[in-house]
């Protein structure tokens, strides 16, 4: 007897196993693995969706087994590589195989369909041909009916209707007669609709360039690879590696083979959409959050049904039901939006390398500011280095930096949110008819405090990454109130008013916080006649702010856009010709040990947006600290330098990629509850982690308050977790699973912070 094994889409840890069903007789012709079934389910026999794994011949089995109750759709929603994906990134991501299918297929396949459409034939060729003949028939257009579908056969109802020039009312008159056979069903003829607009294209991103040597040589390389291979495309901002992207994608798609290509999702603005409309047509899906459920549903559509042969999208895109997959192209590589926020927490960048060995294709990982792991990995061979260092566009020069020392400024009486220079800067491109661009960092600042003297943020005496204010705290043995400083890496404390400067020794400290609402009030003030629009959290709370104020920014709509890193990205804006960068030191001292990395990565970003289109840029590089070295190795995009000094900063410390790093978080709605459990928590890792072999080399910091520690009404501890590697990490998790009750002890788990 022909039985299947089934995973449950909505598994959870108890029902996360092959359950094996009997196939009917009336499902053998049609079923398939990866097919989405109903199946009878638990004692009450509830109908669940299911996906078939594996189908096998049986003997007779001892238990009776219960039977395949349905096929859901006669398309397989997972193709066969996703299949053998499930189970290795249910391990790899610690969720459920249902979990990971959630992962695969969006949440509308289902519940949408098809666009449907009635057709309509003879009941009978006979009798139409008599009534034709008999002359009972009346209506003119009646006959033209009979008479065309004697013709044609079956015709679809628009059709037919516009055919024989005839209503709605006209063809029931004929159906009530009895002449008509009507069927409703999927219209397997009608084009998908496009979720990429229509309009009329701009003749700009018609657009082809012809390569330049670093580009050619780029092209080359990539598309020349013939087994699994990870290019780092390292190029500076401008240098044109969008050009590379289409150019090897043009050349897979060629030879038959498709394409996935990430952009993070903050990119992907109408403009990304018809580049890529204008270069693929309707050979491309395009994912992004705009779409409605259908379009969404069609765009997926697509892709199983093979008809899109490049998948532009964010990071879920990486699951995309693609076969022939020959390139993975991953654009902004070091965008922290490619890792997942949410459970489960897959990072798109390991699941692209997963994908490319089973289909033994190339993947592109571009960036002007790779992250310091992935160039790593370039040094140590593990992925294939390709550099450019020119701008694509020869007209195009590079921007010059102009790094302002702001305790001058603060002493000349300018304050420390506008330098003069930037002022003068600013007065000058807005009388030319040019456009400034504001940018300032407001993640976690107004909890940052800076040394009034020296002006180093406060930092950690043992881990050197900034530390947050916080009002009280309560961890046990360190109960405090007030203002209190924690170090999130190690879970150091100090109360506000003891903290000692480490730069000066000092202890006058002020609270770094303006915000980009302030700054729009200064302007108004500096520049009456001049429009100001912001972008920020604030700004952009419904679907299509985003592109509205960029679109009305890039019309020339305001003079000056001020923003926080929302518009450090990707976009470009040809007539910026000055860029302002507030408070860039503190962008460096946030929390996170990354945040070297992700100033680096920030300011180098927002600096690219000036003179991206003939004219001259400036670029000013506000700072308290202008001799920090960072800042300077910004300033001169020299990436390489700003890698060695960091690598070898890591390396002293052992912070990825030389060791594997890990959260674990637990989150409850009781402020009492959580901290009796995390005392609980807290002796258990101890005690786990002593007896593990040292070469695993364990370290266990914490627990400390998380970042931000109320969010939606549950209050959140956490522990960092260091290991060799991930897998000693994933052993751990795997453990405290199985001895802490979830519904007792919500935890969640991390094994790539920082990858
Ligand atoms: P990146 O993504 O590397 O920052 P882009 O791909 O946005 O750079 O390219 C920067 C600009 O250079 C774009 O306006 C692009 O049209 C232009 N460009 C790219 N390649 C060429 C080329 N070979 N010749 C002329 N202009 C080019
Ligand atoms: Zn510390």
Known sequence: MLTAKVILRDSVRATDKLFTYLVPDKLKEKIKEGLY???????????????????????????????IFDIMDDIPVLTEEQLGLIKPLSSRLLCTMGDV??????????????????????????????????????????????????????????????????????????????????????????????AIPDTELDEAFNVVHTLNDEQQ????????????????????????????????????????????????????????????????????????????DKQRFYEWEKIRRGQAKIVVGPRSCIFAPVTDLKLIII??????????????????????????????????LGSATPAVSSYYAAKKNVYELITMK???????????????????????????????????AMAKAIADKKQVLLFLNRRGYSRTLICEDCGEPCSCPNCSVGMTLHNGIR??????????????????????RDAVCKGCGGGNFIRAGIGTQQLEEMLGNLFPGSKVLRMDQDTTMHPGDHERILESFRNHEAQILIGTQMIAKGHDFPDVTVVGIIGADLIASSSDYRSSERAFQLITQAAGRA????????????????????????????????????????????????????????????????????????????????????????????????????????????????????????????????????????????NDCGG
């Not at 096998?56 to 039977?67: A, G, N, R």
């Not at 961890?475 to 506000?496: E, F, M, N, S, W």
């Not at 002593?690 to 695993?696: G, H, T």
């Open 37 to 67: 079934v109903l199946v009878p389910f638990g004692r009450g026999n509830r109908m669940k969706t299911a996906v078939i794994y594996s189908l096998q011949e049986e003997d007779k089995s001892e238990v009776k087994l219960k039977e």
């Open 101 to 194: 299918i959630a992962l695969m297929v969006p949440s509308v396949v289902g519940k949408a369909s098809m666009p449907q459409a009635t057709f309509i034939s003879l009941q009978s060729d006979e009798d139409a041909r008599e009534a034709i003949a008999s002359g009972t028939l009346r209506s003119i257009t009646h006959i033209h009916i009979l008479e065309y579908l004697l013709e044609k056969g079956e015709v679809e109802k628009k059709a037919l209707l516009a055919a024989c020039k005839a209503t709605e009312a006209q063809l029931k008159a004929v159906r009530d007669k009895g002449f008509l056979y009507m069927e409703k069903r999927e219209d397997t003829e009608a084009e998908i609709p496009s």
């Open 217 to 292: 040589n780029a092209v080359d390389r990539i598309t020349s690879a013939d087994k699994a291979s990870v290019f780092l495309l390292h190029g500076i901002t401008g240098s044109g590696k969008t050009e590379v992207y289409l150019k090897c994608a043009g050349d897979v798609m060629e030879k038959g083979g498709k394409v996935i290509y990430l952009v993070p999702e903050i990119s992907l603005t109408p403009q990304t959409v018809n580049w890529i409309r204008a270069r693929f047509g309707d050979t491309a899906a395009v994912m992004h959050s705009r779409l409605s």
């Open 331 to 364: 654009d902004e590589e070091h965008d922290s939006s490619y890792k997942s926020e949410s459970f489960p927490r897959f990072n798109a960048k390991d699941i692209a390398l997963m994908r490319a060995k089973l289909n033994s294709c190339a993947v592109v």
């Open 390 to 424: 020119k701008r694509g566009n020869p007209d195009a020069v590079l921007p010059k930096v102009h790094i302002v020392n702001m305790k001058d400024q603060i002493k000349e009486g300018a304050g420390d949110l506008l330098s003069l220079p930037l002022r003068r």
């Open 475 to 496: 961890i046990k043995g360190k109960d405090q109130t007030g203002r209190i400083l924690i170090c999130h890496y190690c879970g150091y404390t100090v109360p506000a």
């Open 611 to 750: 003179g991206r289109k003939g004219s001259e840029g400036d670029v000013y590089l506000q700072s308290l600290h202008p001799d920090n070295p960072l800042l300077i190795y910004a300033a001169k995009q020299n990436y390489e330098a700003f890698y060695e000094e960091e690598i070898r900063y890591r390396e002293a410390m052992a912070l990825p990629p030389f060791k594997a790093s890990g959260e674990i978080l637990l989150s409850l709605p009781n402020e009492d509850d959580l901290m009796a459990k995390t005392d609980i928590l807290s002796i258990y890792l101890k005690d786990f982690l002593k007896v593990q072999p040292e070469k695993y080399a364990f370290e266990l910091y914490g627990p400390v308050p998380s970042p931000i520690y109320e969010l939606r009404g549950r209050y959140r501890m956490s522990f960092m977790i260091k290991a060799v590697n991930k897998s000693c990490l994933n052993a751990v998790f795997e453990q405290l699973m199985k001895d802490f009750d979830p519904n007792i002890y919500p935890i969640s788990f991390d």
